[in-house]
């Protein structure tokens, strides 16, 4: 799998982390159904990287009146970043144990 497929299926892996946090259900250990994108020109890819810009612009404008939201915004990604990086995984979206990677430390 090419780097650059991988990396454009994360920008709809973090939509879909996000819709989880507000809406969980659906949950399961293996997310087999997700598949990972083809092409940069496909509206799924397109309307995430998007949203996900949305999101840190967002973040980035609201740092001054708002910084709880901007934390916010800056925690979401970063607390993903161990399940969706930019290193190819063998599923697009992985679900992570919690616990398991709160406890190392």
Same mark, same amino acid.
């Given at each position: 799998?090419?780097?650059?497929?991988?990396?454009?299926?994360?920008w709809?892996?973090?939509?879909?982390?996000?819709?989880?946090? @507000?809406?969980? @259900?659906?949950?399961n250990?293996?997310?087999?159904?997700?598949? @990972?994108s =083809?092409?940069?020109?496909?509206?799924a890819?397109?309307?995430?990287?998007?949203?996900?810009?949305?999101? !840190?612009?967002?973040?980035?404008?609201?740092?001054?009146?708002?910084?709880? !939201?901007?934390?916010? @915004?800056?925690?979401?990604?970063?607390?993903?970043?161990?399940?969706?990086?930019?290193?190819?995984?063998a599923?697009?979206? =992985?679900?992570?144990?919690?616990?398991?990677?709160l406890?190392?430390?």
């Amino acid at each position: 799998l090419p780097a650059t497929q991988y990396f454009m299926t994360q920008w709809r892996a973090y939509l879909h982390y996000f819709a989880m946090y @507000f809406f969980s @259900f659906n949950l399961n250990a293996d997310n087999l159904q997700f598949g @990972f994108s =083809e092409s940069i020109k496909d509206f799924a890819v397109l309307r995430a990287l998007f949203v996900n810009l949305a999101i !840190i612009l967002v973040g980035f404008l609201t740092w001054r009146r708002w910084p709880q !939201i901007t934390l916010a @915004f800056a925690w979401f990604y970063i607390a993903i970043s161990p399940a969706s990086s930019v290193v190819v995984l063998a599923e697009p979206v =992985e679900h992570v144990d919690a616990d398991r990677v709160l406890s190392r430390g």
